[in-house]
């Protein structure tokens, strides 16, 4: 019902569990006809430019009144986003106020399909979720871990069951009566998680797969090294040593790499980049940290973005490549996304180029560009499933 021509900005408007705001706006112009179809018609400007389907959801950013540099991610996967689209008359630039509207909806994004049945864990010395597909099964297994914010990330794990997949999301520090903080680490505990998922009724064997995200990732390359029931892990923006927390199995320790805090840097703006804090992995000092992943008889998918400044992943990535070919090895895969940074999250959720940390509490660097990652992320989500399909049957 738009006028031939007509310029219109579109405003997508949603609220986290808090009831912080987040929003994002583009500018579009109506066809011949008075219509506007996202995924053909291009943005001319706002928050991002070009035709982007999913624009709206990716480019969501805090509102101005809010606190800066936080992140919207669903805690629950119970409950959908509830995104309210809004089309507004004119060309309006972000942080501008907008014309009247002409036309608004409510869109829910659900993280969970109908039929995902969730089921929280206090097994042995386990603990977190784990979610399973509807139907009879059985269902390749996955262990799903997050990074150094701690806690039980749910989001992508109930993604990855909506897509056939029984999926293990594990914290493994501050939650519930696990450690409040990652001081060591015992590869015993994510051991009891693979042969507990692997002996799963629902889940298929003969080995499972682990997916994870910066030291997360760190934790599958450890997991397939040294975990026979591991066959296939994916490791997004990981490092091919240990870091921060020394990790223990049995008689073995792999210390942990330091940061080192004089190689932070702080903008005016009080963003701290940590880009070249952590201690150099080629430095001979630092290859009792290093992870043998040579001795791994399973496969590797490793996805980084090549923009990455929360630290170095892409060369973490050469390394343990050097490292795999240099004992003779082909078992790995190597996504790497120009213009990417460093969290890459299953499609459309919303890109972070600063983000609060966790436990720091500061404003970190993550780097990136807002629509290189975006297409990171679309592109690695489909690839992940496919490797992981392939390795785990």
């Not at 430019?49 to 950013?61: D, I, K, N």
């Not at 990855?160 to 029984?166: E, I, M, T």
């Not at 696990?178 to 080995?207: C, D, I, N």
């Not at 990790?247 to 942990?256: D, N, R």
Request: hydrophobic share 40%; proline share 8%.
């Amino acid at each position: 019902g738009l006028g031939a021509g007509q310029a219109v900005t579109l405003r997508a408007v949603a609220a986290d569990e808090r009831g912080c705001l987040f929003q994002s706006c583009a500018q579009y112009r109506a066809d011949a006809r008075g219509r506007l179809h996202l995924g053909t018609d291009p943005s001319h400007g706002g928050d991002y430019t070009g035709v982007e389907p999913m624009g709206l959801f990716w480019s969501l950013a805090p509102a101005g009144m809010e606190r800066p540099y936080q992140r919207l991610v669903p805690r629950s996967t119970a409950a959908p986003m509830k995104v309210e689209v809004l089309v507004h008359q004119g060309h309006s630039p972000p942080g501008a106020i907008p014309g009247p509207v002409v036309a608004k909806a409510q869109v829910e994004r659900w993280f969970a399909a109908p039929g995902v049945r969730r089921i929280r864990l206090k097994e042995g010395g386990v603990r977190g979720s784990l979610f399973l597909p509807p139907g009879d099964g059985p269902f390749p297994g996955v262990i799903d871990m997050y990074g150094d914010e701690g806690g039980l990330v749910e989001f992508r794990s109930s993604l990855l069951a909506s897509r056939g997949f029984a999926a293990l999301s594990l914290p493994y520090f501050d939650f519930e009566d696990l450690p409040k903080v990652m001081t060591e680490l015992k590869l015993e505990y994510f051991e009891e998680a693979a042969r507990f998922l692997q002996r799963h009724p629902k889940v298929k064997g003969p080995g499972v797969g682990v997916i994870g995200t910066g030291k997360g990732a760190e934790l599958a390359l450890s997991m397939i090294t040294f975990l026979p029931e591991v066959v296939a892990a994916v490791s997004i923006s990981g490092c091919s040593s240990n870091t921060v927390a020394d990790l223990h199995y049995g008689e073995m320790t792999l210390p942990g790499l330091r940061f080192d805090m004089s190689k932070v840097s702080v903008s005016d703006a009080g963003v701290f980049d940590t880009f070249e804090a952590l201690d150099d992995p080629r430095n001979p000092a630092s290859s009792p940290c290093t992870i043998p992943i040579e001795k791994a008889e399973g496969h590797f998918l490793l996805v980084v973005g090549e923009d990455d400044r929360m630290w170095k992943s892409p060369l973490y990535a050469e390394l343990a490549i050097g490292r795999l070919r240099q004992h003779g090895k082909e078992n790995f895969e190597l996504l790497s996304y120009p213009g990417a940074g460093h969290r890459i999250d299953p499609p459309s959720t919303p890109f972070c180029q600063v983000a609060l940390d966790r436990v720091l509490r500061v404003p970190v660097r993550g780097g990136g560009e807002s629509k290189a990652h975006a297409h990171a992320q679309e592109h690695s989500w489909g690839k992940i499933q496919e490797f992981l399909r392939l390795h785990l049957g």
